[in-house]
């Protein structure tokens, strides 16, 4: 029976680059200069600092766009509030979403469910949703189903099987 499954995958590979990268911007950029401005990877989230909310604003727009041009979703980033740090400054973490949390998964299931397809089955396994069905025909259809979903993830669909 066909199957595939529904991961939420990061590449840390590209994300650790594009990190660099923003960081190597940033102390060659004419508007950081002074500011203390730094971006630092830690395990699954990103620490951002400057001297004000206003360069804040300017470093995670250099982050997103590094981001993008590697080809990494924003979704993946939940960015947490604005704090006060040591000397005024500001700082901000972005953690790194990597999986299908259970209520995700359940919203999965259900837009999977209501695209209504005879012969589907969707089932949690993890932090990846399998789907099965009879047609090829039928997955294909989950699949371009659940791409136009927005759901606050990025999705990939891996491990496609005949």
């Known amino acids: 029976m066909p199957s595939f499954d529904v991961v939420s995958e990061v590449d840390a590979q590209e994300v650790r680059n594009a990190v660099d990268q923003a960081s190597r911007e940033l102390s060659t950029r004419f508007d950081f200069k002074g500011t203390g401005s730094t971006i630092e990877l830690k395990e699954l989230e990103i620490e951002m600092r400057s001297s004000s909310e206003d360069r804040l604003t300017a470093l995670r727009q250099v982050l997103e766009e590094k981001l993008v041009k590697r080809k990494v979703s924003l979704k993946s980033l939940d960015y947490q509030k604005v704090e006060d740090a040591a000397g005024g400054t500001v700082r901000q973490t972005a953690k790194i979403n990597a999986g299908i949390s259970s209520e995700k998964a359940k919203a999965v299931n259900k837009a999977i469910k209501d695209l209504g ?10 932090e990846q949703v399998r789907v099965t069905g009879k047609k090829r025909d039928d997955l294909q259809a989950v699949i371009a189903g659940l791409k136009e979903l927005d759901l606050d993830i990025p999705l ?3 491990n496609f099987r005949d």
Do not use: P
Not at 117 to 126: A, E, N, V, Y
């Open 117 to 126: 397809l005879k012969g589907i089955q969707s089932q949690t396994q993890g």
């Open 156 to 158: 990939q669909f891996t």
